[in-house]
């Protein structure tokens, strides 16, 4: 006997004799055998049973489902922003005993939070929600022209026993990215022709990182509340001795490891992870200006309602390939890792806009610098340039002269035209939203942006104002060949509209 359970985008085939199942995903311009794809080990033994109860019927069964009845999120990416939309989805159906809501967490990576959330600074920091894309550009001793110039031109030609410290540098071949000229382009736009706005950007990112923290001390959520993740200092002491008690710090490896952990753990089968496995294609509905499903590169199809871009630096790549502007540029930083017998309680502020934060043990984390480089994901460009490491480490040793380097990596930052993350609604498909760009502060806006994009998917009232993290502050129209779509109306709901 067969039974066939059809919906709005998948049909169950079931057949009682052989006990296995397929899901039948239709899409365009693909044949039955691309759009064909295995089920879950939880969803074959619910079809297991049914095919069990109907084993004895000789008579063709069918069962329609309406399409309205499951809500599956696909999230890119398993940093702590993907993480985030993931826990606030489901905690947001597990308060209303809404069983639909399925999340499938995509990454390309083996594991949850490794790449640039594998390791960072550890700051958990609102008080510097200073846009350091709002540096001065002319003057100062930390002019953003002047840096770059020093590093460009001279760098090249000064002395190797000579450290480089300017807190921004630029790779002469970097110039020849077109990637980074469309990055650069946004950021004058933003700058000079959108200059109201960006006024406003260094109070858009303290929001978030306050919001952030708040989330992160949230009593009501449990599962947060479980986690253990190194959270030791007490503050934040500027270089004017002044210091935030707002701020503390945190390993979010850790975070991300155990918050993986744990949203199994309490919703089993309604979330899903993915691992090893990039996106290699998408597909698109016919009429209606959506996403209908995604191809890995291990060739699985992997259908969905909503879809979220969380890739950190992966998300420009991504979002070229569907049309959509992203200018998301990974930035190059620092990490050095060190012990010392001073007991520092806080987080340090230190010249060449470096930061030290306390671990505990003795130990600390060193972080600093932003490096624009040719090629970010070429082979030598994923290396620890040592002279920029040295460099950082010559800044830490005023304060710290008897530190012993323990470790010394690198990595790349999301870097939005306006250090300000993108979060919220596409407004060229009506079911992808963005959660990317964090920049160097991922940590701390990481939560707080994954419970602001679930209110907006949710059509919630957000509890802060949702408006400058709207992707479409970017959006100059263009769709590279996709045909133009009309604006979504979710993105008009929280443009006319300020919480």
Not at 241 to 259: A, K, N, Q, Y
Not at 297 to 311: G, Y
Not at 433 to 448: A, D, E, N, P, V
């Amino acid at each position: 006997s067969t039974i066939i359970l059809s919906g709005s985008r998948r049909i169950l085939i079931i057949d009682a004799r052989i006990n296995s199942s397929r899901c039948l995903i239709p899409r365009q311009n693909s044949s039955s055998s691309r759009g064909t794809r295995f089920f879950s080990t939880s969803v074959k033994r619910e079809i297991t049973n049914i095919s069990k109860k109907y084993a004895s019927t000789s008579s063709l069964s069918i069962l329609t489902r309406s399409s309205t009845d499951e809500q599956h999120t696909v999230i890119l990416g398993c940093g702590i922003a993907g993480l985030s939309v993931a826990h606030y989805l489901l905690a947001a159906a597990a308060s209303t005993n809404n069983t639909n809501m399925r999340v499938t967490v995509l990454d390309q990576h083996p594991g949850p939070a490794m790449g640039t959330s594998r390791k960072n600074g550890q700051l958990l920091c609102p008080s510097l929600s200073y846009s350091w894309v709002a540096m001065p550009i002319l003057f100062g001793k930390d002019a953003l022209l002047r840096s770059l110039i020093n590093s460009t031109i001279a760098r090249p030609f000064a002395s190797s026993s000579t450290p480089a410290a300017p807190p921004v540098t630029m790779e002469p071949r970097a110039l020849f990215d077109p990637k980074l000229w469309q990055f650069g382009m946004q950021w004058f736009r933003r700058r000079f022709i959108q200059a109201d706005d960006f006024r406003n950007v260094n109070q858009a990112i303290g929001s978030l990182m306050h919001y952030t923290m708040k989330c992160l001390d949230d009593e009501d959520d449990e599962l947060v509340q479980r986690i253990s993740y190194d959270r030791v200092a007490l503050g934040t002491q500027l270089l004017d001795g002044t210091v935030h008690t707002s701020d503390s710090s945190g390993d979010i490896g850790i975070f991300c490891t155990e918050l993986q952990r744990l949203l199994v753990d309490a919703h089993g089968d309604r979330i899903d992870f993915i691992f090893g496995e990039g996106v290699s294609g998408v597909h698109y509905g016919s009429n209606d200006g959506s996403i209908t499903d995604v191809t890995t590169t291990k060739k699985r199809t992997v259908s969905a309602d909503q879809f979220v871009v969380a890739l950190g630096t992966g998300s420009t790549d991504f979002c070229q390939s569907i049309g959509v502007p992203c200018p998301v540029y990974p930035v190059k930083g620092y990490l050095v890792t060190f012990k010392s017998q001073r007991d520092v309680p806080y987080n340090l502020m230190l010249p060449s806009k470096a930061f030290c934060a306390p671990m505990g043990g003795g130990k600390y984390r060193l972080s600093g610098f932003a490096d624009f480089v040719a090629d970010p994901f070429a082979k030598d460009c994923l290396e620890v340039d040592q002279d920029r490491a040295q460099a950082l480490i010559e800044v830490a040793k005023k304060e710290f002269p008897d530190l012993e380097v323990v470790d010394i990596d690198c990595g790349f930052r999301p870097l939005s035209p306006d250090d300000c993350p993108l979060i919220g609604p596409s407004s060229k498909y009506q079911n992808l939203f963005y959660c990317t760009g964090h920049g160097s502060k991922g940590w701390s806006m990481g939560l707080g942006s994954g419970k602001l994009l679930t209110d907006i998917m949710l059509k919630k009232e957000t509890s802060i104002d949702a408006k400058p993290y709207l992707p479409n502050r970017f959006d100059l129209g263009r769709t590279s060949g996709i045909p133009k779509r009309k604006n979504n109306p979710l993105m008009e709901q929280y443009l006319e509209t300020s919480v």
